[in-house]
């Protein structure tokens, strides 16, 4: 009996012992691996559009160091030399990362996008200036679909494994023993096992038919599609331009306004909340706090002017160029039908990007979003049947021109189809005021970006032949008075 009575004095202390070594794993374990250490503050409400994150490092971030070494370690995969800079991102001098990435620490330090990766614009008046950043412009240098072949093709190659990126990661870093163990025998292999899923999302980016996005473009409803509601890839094919973000509160969906190209959206609640959710990858973590930012963004977008025209401006000619828009455009993009849907048939551009969504596609969407207890009007349920009517607001930032950015300016724009550029570069962010739209031509052109065949599927510049056949001093007049929208 005295010897049970001495064991148990000795059981007591190390069953605490034990509760204690329990409890400090587990610490560890949560703070390593899921205490979110949330956001810092900005300095503005344009420094948080840029680089405030929006949730989606939860189930859609890249490691850090993951994220940092890819460039290094499978620089044949990049688009173009450069880094992360042959994807056409903005960068600003001194920042961590390039406009649009987020840096947050849920255990670790994490990558994701926000919205500014598609929708800050910049140019330049001159081959030798910094770019001139516009924050919810659209971003017309961006390589997308390259940066999502990127990640999943390295993912594949045999040299992504734990030896390899902990070389490069070593050389880089110095990490303590514990995140040493963690990305090699967790995050590493994680890591790659998400983004080899992501592989048969992004299937038909691989296809030999269909021609590359390119800069500045994106194929927004498939994307939707293969992500949102998890469809088998059709043979739908559309991308389109980043759109403008500014001013979004000009939209009202009580006078018949739809969104997206396509008008398959009801308001500017719905676009952003779908937009956002495309980024989480998933279900927000955090429904109020997802709800929160959503709240912010609408005010943002809602109320960020578009931009001004940054050159000179022959104000008397632009008086003149108002009449011959009142009888050209006005009906269309200055009026009841602004913001409203024009039949295939009238307006005559490329039907692609109608193609790749349908009614029921919209009816499973808005369901998925219900079931993630969201509220918003939503993607309209019903059949495309065109193209929606722009609002024109700083039309001269928006090149190149049509849904699918087939038309580099605005000057080409007004001539008939049949004399429009067939083929031209996109991505070239120096600005020629005269046609209006950025340099599309001549090797600095070709070496910083894209080509855009208009012969290719998605990818037709007809159409939209309203003006071209003014005489060239009322288009001259024309351009002039665009230049003050």
Same mark, same amino acid.
Request: charged content about 25%.
């Given at each position: 009996?005295?010897?049970?009575?001495?064991?148990?004095?000795?059981?007591?202390?190390?069953?605490?012992?034990?509760?204690?070594?329990?409890?400090?794993?587990?610490?560890?374990?949560?703070?390593?691996?899921?205490?979110?250490?949330?956001?810092?503050?900005?300095?503005?409400?344009?420094?948080?559009?840029?680089?405030?994150?929006?949730?989606?490092?939860?189930?859609?971030?890249?490691?850090?160091?993951?994220?940092?070494?890819?460039?290094?370690?499978?620089?044949?995969?990049?688009?173009?030399?450069?880094?992360?800079?042959?994807?056409?991102?903005?960068?600003?001098?001194?920042?961590?990362?390039?406009?649009?990435?987020?840096?947050?620490?849920?255990?670790?330090?994490?990558?994701?996008?926000?919205?500014?990766?598609?929708?800050?614009?910049?140019?330049?008046?001159?081959?030798?200036?910094?770019?001139?950043?516009?924050?919810?412009?659209?971003?017309?240098?961006?390589?997308?679909?390259?940066?999502?072949?990127?990640?999943?093709?390295?993912?594949? +190659? @045999? %040299?992504?494994?734990?030896?390899?990126?902990?070389?490069?990661?070593? &050389? *880089? /870093?110095?990490? $303590?023993?514990? #995140?040493?163990?963690?990305?090699?025998?967790?995050?590493?292999?994680?890591?790659?096992?998400?983004?080899?899923?992501?592989?048969?999302?992004?299937?038909?980016?691989?296809?030999?038919?269909?021609?590359?996005?390119?800069?500045?473009?994106?194929?927004?409803?498939?994307?939707?599609?293969?992500?949102?509601?998890?469809?088998?890839?059709?043979?739908?094919?559309?991308?389109?331009?980043?759109?403008?973000?500014?001013?979004?509160?000009?939209?009202?969906?009580?006078?018949?306004?739809?969104?997206?190209?396509?008008?398959?959206?009801? +308001? @500017? %609640?719905?676009?952003?909340?779908?937009?956002?959710?495309?980024?989480? &990858? *998933? /279900?927000?973590? $955090?429904?109020? #706090?997802?709800?929160?930012?959503?709240?912010?963004?609408?005010?943002?977008?809602?109320?960020?002017?578009?931009?001004?025209?940054?050159?000179?401006?022959?104000?008397?000619?632009?008086?003149?160029?108002?009449?011959?828009?009142?009888?050209?455009?006005?009906?269309?993009?200055?009026?009841?039908?602004?913001?409203?849907?024009?039949?295939?048939?009238?307006?005559?551009?490329?039907?692609?990007?109608?193609?790749?969504?349908?009614?029921?596609?919209?009816?499973?969407?808005?369901?998925?979003?219900?079931?993630?207890?969201?509220?918003?009007?939503?993607?309209?349920?019903?059949?495309?049947?065109?193209?929606?009517?722009?609002?024109?607001?700083?039309?001269?930032?928006?090149?190149?021109?049509?849904?699918?950015?087939?038309?580099?300016?605005?000057?080409?724009?007004?001539?008939?189809?049949?004399?429009?550029?067939?083929?031209?570069?996109?991505?070239?962010?120096?600005?020629?005021?005269?046609?209006?739209?950025?340099?599309?031509?001549?090797?600095?052109?070709?070496?910083?970006?894209?080509?855009?065949?208009?012969?290719?599927?998605?990818?037709?510049?007809?159409?939209?032949?309203?003006?071209?056949?003014?005489?060239?001093?009322?288009?001259?007049?024309?351009?002039?008075?665009?230049?003050?929208?």
């Amino acid at each position: 009996m005295a010897k049970l009575c001495k064991c148990s004095r000795w059981l007591i202390p190390l069953g605490i012992v034990a509760l204690i070594m329990v409890a400090v794993l587990g610490y560890v374990g949560w703070d390593r691996f899921f205490r979110d250490y949330g956001q810092p503050s900005f300095s503005s409400a344009e420094e948080r559009f840029k680089y405030g994150s929006i949730g989606a490092e939860f189930d859609a971030g890249i490691p850090y160091w993951i994220f940092y070494v890819l460039p290094r370690m499978f620089p044949e995969k990049l688009p173009k030399p450069g880094g992360l800079a042959a994807f056409g991102v903005n960068w600003e001098q001194g920042k961590e990362l390039p406009i649009g990435f987020t840096k947050r620490r849920i255990g670790f330090d994490r990558v994701a996008n926000n919205c500014a990766a598609c929708h800050v614009a910049s140019y330049r008046k001159a081959h030798n200036e910094n770019p001139v950043l516009i924050a919810t412009g659209p971003n017309h240098t961006l390589d997308l679909e390259a940066f999502f072949r990127f990640l999943v093709d390295c993912a594949k +190659d @045999p %040299r992504f494994n734990a030896d390899n990126l902990m070389s490069e990661i070593n &050389g *880089a /870093a110095k990490l $303590d023993w514990i #995140d040493r163990m963690a990305y090699r025998f967790l995050i590493i292999p994680i890591t790659k096992k998400r983004l080899l899923e992501r592989e048969g999302q992004f299937q038909w980016i691989y296809r030999h038919d269909f021609p590359e996005w390119g800069r500045g473009r994106d194929d927004a409803m498939n994307l939707t599609k293969y992500f949102m509601i998890r469809w088998k890839m059709d043979d739908t094919f559309g991308p389109t331009d980043m759109p403008s973000v500014w001013n979004l509160k000009k939209y009202k969906p009580e006078l018949g306004h739809r969104m997206n190209f396509a008008g398959d959206s009801h +308001d @500017p %609640r719905s676009v952003v909340m779908d937009s956002a959710l495309g980024l989480l &990858g *998933a /279900a927000p973590h $955090d429904k109020n #706090d997802f709800l929160k930012q959503i709240d912010w963004l609408l005010d943002y977008l809602g109320n960020t002017p578009a931009p001004k025209y940054p050159f000179t401006i022959d104000q008397a000619l632009a008086a003149k160029g108002k009449p011959v828009f009142d009888a050209n455009c006005m009906q269309c993009h200055a009026s009841a039908r602004t913001g409203t849907r024009i039949p295939l048939a009238e307006i005559g551009t490329d039907r692609g990007r109608m193609d790749t969504w349908n009614q029921q596609a919209a009816i499973e969407a808005n369901k998925v979003v219900r079931d993630m207890g969201l509220e918003r009007k939503g993607l309209v349920e019903e059949p495309l049947i065109g193209y929606v009517a722009q609002f024109l607001d700083g039309i001269w930032l928006r090149a190149p021109y049509l849904h699918n950015g087939s038309i580099p300016s605005l000057r080409d724009l007004l001539k008939p189809p049949s004399q429009r550029p067939q083929a031209f570069w996109r991505g070239y962010d120096v600005y020629d005021p005269a046609k209006m739209g950025f340099i599309s031509q001549g090797p600095e052109a070709e070496r910083a970006g894209t080509k855009y065949d208009t012969t290719l599927r998605g990818n037709g510049n007809m159409g939209h032949d309203f003006g071209t056949g003014l005489p060239e001093e009322d288009k001259h007049a024309l351009i002039e008075y665009l230049r003050t929208l």
